[in-house]
């Protein structure tokens, strides 16, 4: 049987669904806010590709002169600047077409 997680905003809330889960004769289990940070971080970890694989736009790019340059360039150099390799830009088009 699937569970539910419900994490509510205040005490008087916890309280509120855990008397209302109790009369309708569910059972319930109050956990740590630190128990349900790791029940969400394995869930996460549960998705991530472990296989070894690496994508291909993951693997170093040789950058010419002028990018060299352009990484070395200092955070008041770059203010109102934005930079994005044509590379990412395909590979997000590329993913948003394949949804």
Do not use: C
């Not at 693997?59 to 930079?83: D, F, H, R």
């Not at 994005?84 to 830009?89: L, N, R, T, Y």
């Amino acid at each position: 049987m699937d569970s539910i997680l419900i994490s509510p905003k205040t005490e008087k809330e916890l309280q509120y669904v855990l008397e209302l889960l109790h009369t309708l004769e569910i059972d319930a289990k109050k956990i740590s806010e630190a128990d349900r940070d790791d029940f969400e971080l394995a869930q996460l970890l549960k998705n991530v590709d472990a296989s070894g694989i690496v994508r291909e736009e993951t693997q170093p790019i040789k950058l010419n002169a002028k990018q060299v340059k352009l990484l070395e360039q200092s955070e008041s150099e770059m203010a109102g600047k934005t930079v994005v390799p044509e590379k990412v830009i395909q590979v997000e088009e590329d993913e948003w077409l394949s949804k």
